[in-house]
Structure formats: C-alpha cells, structure tokens
C-alpha cells in the first residue's frame, strides 16, 4: 500500500504554490531569455544548416530523456526524492551553462563554435534531467488527480509570466540594446551568464517545498491513494503514442519559426519584433493557464486535450499559409492557447494511468513526447524538409512553410490515435454501467 510522505508543517499549501509558481517563473524566463533566440544565433551568425539548428534541441533532449527514464527516475522512484534532485539539477546545469560559453568562443571558425554549444548543452542536459523528473513527480505527489490541471494551468500562467520577461530582455540583449550586432549577446556571454544566474536563484524558492515522495505503509495507516485506471498501463502506451504523435507534429516547427520569420525574403522581423510576437503567445499561456482547470472539468481532460490539440493543427495550418505580419500575431495566440490547454490536461490524464509508486519513471516516458518533440522531430521532419526544398531551388519561405504543413498533418494523427483511446475508455465505462 501507498502513502503519501507527511510534509513539514513549515510547508503550507499557501508557501508550497508559492514556492512552486515562482521555480516555474524563473525556470519559463530561463527558456524564454535563451532559447527563443538561439537558433537564429546558430543559423544566421554561425552559419550552420537548418537541419543541423534543431540538433541544439536533438541531442540534448535525447541526454534529458534517457537519463530521466533508466536514471534519475530510477533513482528517484527507490529512494522518493524530489525537491533534492531538483535543486542539485539546477545547480549543476548553471555552472554547465557558464563553462559552455566559455568553451565556445574558443575555436577560431564559427561553425566549430556552433557544434561546441551543441554538445555542451547535451552535457548540461544531463544535469537538468534531474530536475524535470523530480518536478513532475513532486507535482503529482502534492495534489490530487482533481486538482492537478488548475494546478498544471496556474503554474503555466506565472510561466506565461517569466517566459515573456525572459523573451522581452532576450530581445533587447541579442544585438546589445541595439549598439552592437545580431548575436552580439551570445557570443559576448550575457544571455549564457543570465541564465545561469536564474538557475541558481531558482533553488530558492524550492526551499518552500516539501521534500515529495510516497511511502510503504501499514494498510490501517494510510488514506486511500487516487484510483487508477483499470488496465491503465497498456492504456497509457496507447496515450504515448497519441502524444508522441501530437508534440512532434506541433512542435516539430518551433525552432524553425523563429528562423523564418526574420528571413529577408519572408517578413523581416528584427529581433525586437520577433520578441513582442513570441510574447503574444506567453500573454495566452497567463489567460488560458487561469481558466484551463475550469475547461478541463467541464469537458474532462480527454476531450479538453482533444481541443488543445485542434487549436494546434488550426494554427500550424495558418501558419502555411498567411502573408499578414498581424495574423502571425494571432497564430501565437492560438498556440499559446494550445499549449497550456495540452499541458496541463494531458498531466493530469496521465497522471490517473500511472502507478504512484512507479511515478518518476514512468512520467520520465511522458515527459519525453514533450522534450524530444522539440529537437527530434525538428531534426527528422522539419529541417530535412526545409533543407531538402531549398536545395531543389524552392523559395526559402516556400520550403518553410512545406515544413509548416507536414507538421500538421502528424498532429492530426495524433489527434485521431487519441480520439480513439477515448471513444475505447468511453465503452469501457459503458459496459460497466
């Protein structure tokens, strides 16, 4: 039998959101700050392919996911311990991120500076797998099944928040405030000393947070854990595979945007704009994060998840096809909309498949239809199809946009294996009443 670990009394349920909203606001301005701009800075100052830009993602991702799943689950799930393996990942991945700047202004040709970022972030991944693990455990460890998609929403809209500052002061510190040049703050270390600095005060806030973790109990000890699903883990491949499907169709086309639309033949944007257009999609996660717990008991989370996912393949299909620098602004929205209607509803679906005492590791599986999507299917979809367009002498715009299109069509499969785990969980309802 399992039993939840008793949190200190220090820890209200008050100073525990506390603690978590502002780890996740800091952690969103982190990602916002120095990813939102990095492709370019790969693409446009070192030179590197489109295909060999997402390999930033790739690698990485791929070091994140396997040491969540076979070690820092593992070892999370054997000895339950959250908060630990959060704050020594976030420790870690800061003095990672410091040495990787360092080590990349050290070659003399850019390109080698640009394969040097790639694999020091893979290396720096590794420390902060042990962070996300530990995250999506501790969350589920606290809260409820009911409560865990207002839970998952709210914490999405305080990221909105750090993600916007982080994309808005990222803008300016790209070309130096304007008196320098385009990627000015990269190769000069501000955005890497940035966001290093954030994660080092993001193990504050985590000092406010219990420990996490479940117990072995006596049966006459404990309270009865949340139920889950009959037959839940062939259930929960099935819900993988709908995933994997979803993320790598939606986000397939996020490292890519940003290349495309400062593209001189496409729309041009300086990385000022570029800011205020990604920041249109954080100003939906904040709105969508306060009401997607409302959504998804009154739909559910399946068919709330369903939803979010249409909202995607509509945007991703806009995306291929407007000229209107203004109904850009709005595809942001509409995928920021998605994006947190996603997350927080495919967690707490998940989180009723999977076994409380097998929590880490198996979230660690979940987790990666979320952190490969955005390198992996970058590297295998997206950019060979952008580079496989432009080397048939297709209009650089024209050969993204192919991309912008093949990205949808896999998220709409995704959508269908989905739909159709849930018209069988429907049935499996049905013939129990």
Known sequence: MIAHRQPNPKHRPGAIFLGLSSFEMLAMFRRGLFYTYLSIYLRHFLGMSVTETTLFATLPMVANVLCQTFVWGTISDRYQV???LIICGEALAGVG?????????????RLYAGWVIITGLTVVELFWSMSNVGWSALISDIYSARDRNTVQGRLASVGGVGRMAGVWIGGILYDGMGHYYAGWGFQ???????AAGVMFISIVPMLRVPEGGVLTADPGTITPEDPVESGSERLFVIFLVAMVLINFGRNSIAVII??????????AVSSKMLGYIVNTQSAAMILTGLVSGWLGRRLGNGPALIVGSGVAVA????FAVTDSLALVFGINFLRGVSEVIILAASYAFSSVLIPPAKRARYFGLFNATFFLSWGVAGTLIAGPVTDMMIGRGAPEVLAYRWAFVSASVLTLLGVIVLGRLLWTLRAKEHNRA
Request: with cysteine; proline share 5%.
């Open 82 to 84: 959250r908060r630990t």
């Open 97 to 109: 991120t410091v040495m990787v700047w360092y080590a990349h202004i050290l070659p003399v040709q």
């Open 188 to 194: 000069h270390g501000a955005l890497f000393f940035i």
């Open 258 to 267: 940003p290349q495309y639309l400062v593209l001189e033949s496409g729309f």
């Open 315 to 318: 945007a991703i299909c806009f």
